[in-house]
């Protein structure tokens, strides 16, 4: 008899997707060379919209949502793998196109994955997970661009969420000056614990349309929320500086002119954490486990069960987590 394991499984209904808990077995998992112990996996804004069924992200259904999951591997038919090795997975459309993490066991391709980080626990790597390492691959595209410490105040916004804080603690242990963006103010003692010197309110920011150009403040900027307030970002950034755009946490339009290009040479990145090539993935996650040990992850993690999903894929979309959150599968 094949073995069976738990998961939260989609299953469409008229008024879009259900989750329920559901025994499994390994044959219904789809193919891959890499059969996993999931013991974590994480709660990302993308988790949210996938359980809340937006953004058409997934297209066949019964599904197994989870972007990230760090597990053990069981079995492996891929050689740089064998049973007993630590491994996380994040990104490549998993969770999405593929199933993912919400389940205790998984079967992957051995490309999308790498070795546990150096130092982190499967629950650590789980907390930082998507969100982590996207906040690294945007502090990388910002010094790839010539941010340097001394070059001024770094804005964050989003800065409660799960990429904004380990953005706002990454870019403080890199010794910069952070200005975190929140619509929370209660939140404001928790990101001068992160190592925000300055917390702006999030209305105080974006409260009316963005004029072209404002004063030039910003050095650089860790954007997680888009629409209007990347465009006010975009015009109060220094001569020649960076944004690296992240997220659309507070809409995908962006309405601007290009006067913050043509009049002051600023450069919109874009950081994708999916496709990210394999060997930049490696170096960046390494990056991100000497820079952020896990005891730093720890202070800013909640942990749910795979019960508690359906609500907090809810609460993640309305801005109402703080931090990081991870899902405990074993
Ligand atoms: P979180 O929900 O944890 O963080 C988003 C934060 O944005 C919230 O905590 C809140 O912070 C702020 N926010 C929420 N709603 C609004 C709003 N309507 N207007 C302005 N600010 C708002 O999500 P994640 O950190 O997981 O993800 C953040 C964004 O980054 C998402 O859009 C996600 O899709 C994207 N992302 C992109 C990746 C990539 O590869 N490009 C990878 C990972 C995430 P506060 O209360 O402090 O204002």
Redesign the pocket.
């Known amino acids: 008899m094949t073995e069976s394991f738990k998961a939260l499984l989609l299953e469409p209904q008229p008024d879009g997707p259900v989750a329920t808990i559901r025994t499994l077995t390994l044959d219904d998992l789809p193919a891959g060379e890499v059969l996993l112990q999931v013991h974590y996996s994480g709660?990302?804004?993308?988790d949210?919209?996938i359980l809340q069924g937006r953004g058409n992200l997934v297209r066949d259904y019964p599904h197994v949502p989870g972007i990230d999951l760090a597990g053990t591997v069981l079995e492996s038919a891929d050689p740089r793998y064998r049973p007993g090795d630590p491994v996380v997975l994040t990104?490549y459309r998993v969770g999405e196109a593929h199933w993912g993490g919400y389940a205790q066991r998984a079967r992957v391709r051995g490309d999308w994955l790498i070795a546990q980080p150096p130092g982190y626990s499967a629950r650590q790597a789980m907390a930082a997970g998507?969100?982590g390492?996207?906040a690294m691959?945007a502090v990388q595209a910002l010094e790839d661009h010539g941010l340097q410490p001394s070059t001024g105040e770094v804005l964050v916004?989003?800065?409660?969420?799960?990429?904004?804080?380990i953005a706002v603690r990454l870019l403080a242990r890199l010794g910069y000056t952070v200005t975190?963006?929140?619509?929370?103010p209660e939140?404001a003692n928790y990101?001068h614990q992160l190592g925000a010197s300055t917390i702006l309110d999030?209305e105080a920011l974006?409260d009316t349309p963005a004029k072209p150009l404002l004063g030039e403040r910003w050095a650089g900027c860790v954007d997680?929320?888009?629409?209007d307030?990347l465009a006010h970002v975009l015009a109060g950034m220094a001569y020649g500086r960076s944004v690296a755009?992240?997220?659309?946490?507070?809409?995908a339009q962006l309405q601007t002119t290009v006067l913050p290009f043509l009049l002051r040479g600023i450069n919109l990145l874009?950081?994708?954490?999916?496709l990210c090539p394999a060997e930049r993935r490696r170096g960046t996650w390494e990056r991100l486990a000497a820079l952020l040990p896990g005891a730093d992850l720890d202070a800013i993690t909640s942990e749910i069960g795979l019960e508690d999903l359906p609500d907090c894929g809810e609460s993640?979309?309305?801005?109402?987590?703080?931090?990081?959150t991870v899902v405990r599968l074993d």
Do not use: E, H, P, W
């Open positions: 709660l990302n804004y993308k949210g919209m990104g998507t969100a390492f996207t691959l916004t989003g800065a409660s969420g799960g990429v904004g804080s975190a963006v929140t619509g929370r939140n990101l999030r974006a997680t929320v888009g629409g307030m755009a992240c997220g659309l946490a507070g809409g874009g950081i994708d954490s999916v993640i979309l309305k801005g109402q987590i703080r931090g990081r």
